[in-house]
């Protein structure tokens, strides 16, 4: 198989960074009328800011230091598949190690979906807020791998085709 790089897109993810920014901004303004809006108890105001400035927040950090990434967003090979795309990519997920690719919807946001016979030692490889993002994966999706086309220089589409088309592949190969 010839190796197929797919860069990460810093016209997506500036887009991105400016819509994180955006919520952070809400987040604030939703805290400074907490207590003068009469629709919503403040706290709960208060509570939707917090969550908004804190998820929306740690999204742009991520984003902002990404578009200084030089490294790949995703790497295909004989190896197998090396997710750089998200701050919850799983690194190299060799093709032996993947059972299944299937898509998966989260609040109308697509994934690629890997299920893998390694799930615990992909899981023990990385940092811990990596891991706990990856477990909250496992919860969503049952699998810690999934690779969202957010960020990267492709179609989803295509780029899932390609995959599954890969796993079908060499799964042929292995069982003719």
């Known amino acids: 198989m010839q190796e197929i790089v797919i860069k990460l897109s810093k016209t997506k993810m500036l887009v991105l960074l400016a819509g994180s920014i955006g919520f952070v901004a809400v987040g604030f303004w939703l805290w400074q009328i907490a207590d003068v809006q009469h629709r919503y108890f403040p706290l709960y105001v208060k509570f939707a800011a917090t969550l908004s400035i804190g998820f929306f927040g740690l999204g742009a950090v991520f984003i902002f230091v990404k578009l200084f990434d030089s490294n790949p967003g995703l790497i295909i090979n004989d190896e ?97």
């Open 80 to 176: 197998g598949i090396t997710d750089n795309a998200s701050g919850a990519s799983a690194g190299l997920v060799r093709w032996e190690n993947i059972t299944k690719v299937r898509i998966t919807e989260i609040v109308n946001q697509k994934f690629i979906t890997i299920d893998v016979n390694n799930a615990d030692e992909i899981l023990n490889r990385q940092s811990d807020s990596k891991r706990a993002m990856m477990q909250q994966n496992i919860k969503l999706c049952n699998s810690p791998v999934n690779i969202s086309t957010n960020m990267l220089q492709c179609n989803f589409q295509k780029l899932y085709d390609l995959i599954k088309e890969e796993v079908f592949r060499r799964d042929v190969m292995r069982k003719g």
